[in-house]
């Protein structure tokens, strides 16, 4: 079974003012009702698993909320303490 891997992370900083550090733009509804974070969820296809899903620890309730909010389920969350790109985020969800 495939695992889809949702790296949630980031500075908020290239969409300021509406994107802040603490509501970076992936959790923004800039196109419809749902927020970019939420349309990736939704965009999964039914054969593949509950997504792991790997964002920093300021985030980590966003993330659940906006999961309740589609009715949609992961497969785990992971935090990063501080974010470090996206090699170290893989390496994490690979181990």
């Given at each position: ?60 309730f966003i993330v659940a909320e906006q999961l309740r909010q589609i009715k949609s389920k992961s497969r785990g969350i992971i935090l990063e303490p501080i974010g470090k790109n996206t090699a ?8």
């Amino acid at each position: 079974m495939i695992v889809p891997v949702i790296l949630s992370g980031g500075s908020g900083t290239r969409l300021w003012p509406l994107s802040r550090k603490l509501y970076p733009k992936q959790f923004l509804n800039l196109v419809n009702n749902l927020s970019l974070f939420q349309e990736t969820i939704t965009r999964l296809p039914k054969e593949v698993s509950e997504p792991l899903i790997i964002c920093n620890e300021e985030h980590r309730f966003i993330v659940a909320e906006q999961l309740r909010q589609i009715k949609s389920k992961s497969r785990g969350i992971i935090l990063e303490p501080i974010g470090k790109n996206t090699a170290p985020a893989i390496a994490l969800a690979a181990m």
